[in-house]
């Protein structure tokens, strides 16, 4: 079984808590093996001092939806304040930090760029480091594997919270190794303003975890790190789904199968999922389905559309998938199919990182083009971040 780094750091490392008032950033995904709350944990700590709370998107308990504000509480049972990072500001203030001299941490993410929780990671590094604040990450496994990357890198003009930086759209990498990256680029940004402010860096490394393992091969429990993300199964498709956030197919939200079903009420499913079965994607099948959503797009309207079915997730590339879910149905809905803008803006290009691949498809040209495109992206970032991973 995989021991994450919450276990290793209890076990054999608190020597880097010890005597320490803790900032701990964190939901309810972190537990470990036996489902053993982190809050829990370090309460019975006696040498550190849990001192603060640093909540991300959905909150502490994870329970509310994507992009509720979320405001600062008081945890009830432990009476130390939960700082929300998904409300007034998305950054660990001074005022937050003052009496913090370590922050720790541990949350689960899902190996996608857009996943705001390593958004919520970068910005607390940074602050960490702004405020000489020590920082110690709990690693835990990139559920999608760690040796996959796919998509293009971000590029500096979208950067946004669904975006913080340069990756691509399926990483490959873990919390731990992304948090080193990230003090790379503070690192050296500090050699050019000698005022820049410097914290240390620690990460806690998994046990029994290989780069080649979905989350269900590790033993551990699956607790669905946000409430559109139940299943292994749906964090294996976001990559690629998520950006259908962008435009005006309904992605899920508000049905029992978030990022699998894909639809609107002006699709026609066999039509739809003919087309796309034709391409013959690797490792996907897609099923026409009628589906209602209960909140989000199309609230309580009838819906038609297709369920992805991974059928080999080691083939399956989810990026070249929601590319060609877009491009299909532009190209057979070009009347009611559009991409959602908000004040001037397209989301989908924040989710994208880029406006190329909307004008690209908008031009009627096929994926194949922009994926063909994006290989010397992905053999860069390959490279790059060799240096930053801790796994086989």
């Not at 559920?143 to 293009?152: F, K, S």
Request: net charge negative; with cysteine.
């Amino acid at each position: 079984m995989t021991e994450v780094g919450l276990t290793i750091l209890l076990s054999e490392r608190s020597e880097l808590v010890k005597g320490r008032s803790i900032g701990l950033i964190t939901n309810h995904t972190g537990v470990d093996a036996q489902f053993r709350s982190n809050l829990t944990l370090f309460a019975e700590q006696p040498k550190m001092e849990l001192a603060a709370l640093f909540s991300p998107e959905h909150g502490i308990a994870g329970s509310a939806q994507a992009g509720i504000h979320i405001t600062s509480t008081n945890n009830q049972s432990q009476q130390i304040p939960i700082h929300s990072l998904y409300g007034d500001t998305r950054d660990p203030t001074s005022e937050m930090l003052t009496g913090i001299d370590t922050l720790v941490y541990d949350i689960q993410d899902v190996g996608s760029r857009f996943y705001t929780y390593i958004s919520t990671l970068f910005r607390s590094v940074r602050a960490a480091a702004a405020n000489g604040v020590d920082f110690i990450v709990l690693d835990r496994p990139n559920p999608i594997r760690g040796d996959r990357v796919e998509g293009n890198q971000l590029q500096s003009p979208f950067r946004s919270f669904v975006g913080e930086t340069d990756l691509t759209i399926r990483h490959g990498m873990t919390v731990g190794e992304l948090a080193y990256l990230c003090k790379t680029e503070i690192d050296s940004a500090a050699r050019s303003k000698p005022d820049q402010g410097s914290s240390q860096l620690d990460v806690v490394p998994m046990r029994g975890w290989k780069r080649t393992m979905w989350y269900d091969e590790t033993e551990l429990p699956w607790v669905p790190p946000s409430p559109n993300m139940p299943t292994i199964e749906t964090a294996t498709l976001y990559p690629g789904t998520c950006l259908l956030e962008g435009t005006n197919l309904s992605e899920g939200r508000g049905t029992t199968k978030p990022f699998e079903w894909i639809g609107a009420p002006w699709i026609e499913a066999e039509r739809w999922a003919d087309k796309l079965n034709d391409i013959a994607l690797s490792g996907i099948y897609f099923r026409p389905i009628h589906f209602t959503p209960t909140f989000s797009k199309y609230a309580d309207q009838r819906c038609h559309g297709v369920q992805a079915h991974v059928t080999d997730r080691d083939q399956f590339k989810p990026v070249e998938v929601g590319l060609h879910l877009i491009a299909t149905a532009q190209h057979l809905y070009s009347d009611d199919f559009h991409f959602l803008q908000n004040g001037g803006r397209y989301f989908f290009d924040l989710l994208a990182g880029t406006d190329e691949v909307r004008l690209i498809l908008a031009c009627g040209e096929s994926p194949t083009t922009i994926l063909q495109a994006w290989e010397g992206e992905v053999e860069s970032f390959t490279e790059h971040r060799r240096s930053y991973l801790l796994y086989d």
